[in-house]
């Protein structure tokens, strides 16, 4: 059962930009009424939070990410944007979307495969 789909990641020299697109499957969830997030997973370290945003259009940011990384969502389109900007190696990481928080599905917390984003240096 696929729920969200994650794309646009790829390989971008540091001072670069990115945006990535997750789309959402609106029949198994309602999108519109969820705060969506995106979280981040880069190699030896734990799945954080870098942002979100309510059903109402408020944002939050990871302190690493602010001012830099910028969270959308069209719910007419059933998906969430974020837009990256001066992006840093230490911004390498995969990428993932999901309800904030997460979707439980099976008793377990849902994911999807996620978007590769590797900034050089």
């Known amino acids: 059962q696929v729920l969200m789909v994650e794309s646009g990641g790829g390989v971008v020299q540091a001072g670069g930009s990115l945006r990535l697109s997750c789309a959402a499957d609106?029949?198994?969830?309602?999108?519109?009424?969820?705060?969506m997030g995106w979280y981040r997973q880069a190699p030896g370290k734990q799945r954080e939070l870098v942002a979100r945003i309510s059903g109402g259009g408020t944002t939050g940011y990871a302190d690493s990410v602010k001012g830099r990384f910028t969270i959308s969502r069209d719910n007419a389109k059933n998906t969430v944007y974020l837009q990256m900007n001066s992006l840093k190696p230490e911004d390498t990481a995969v990428y993932y979307c999901?309800?904030?928080?997460?979707?439980?599905?099976?008793?377990?917390?849902?994911w999807g495969k996620g978007t590769p984003v590797t900034v050089s240096s």
């Open positions: 609106g029949s198994i969830f309602s999108f519109s009424s969820n705060a």
């Open positions: 999901n309800t904030d928080p997460p979707v439980v599905v099976n008793g377990k917390n849902y």
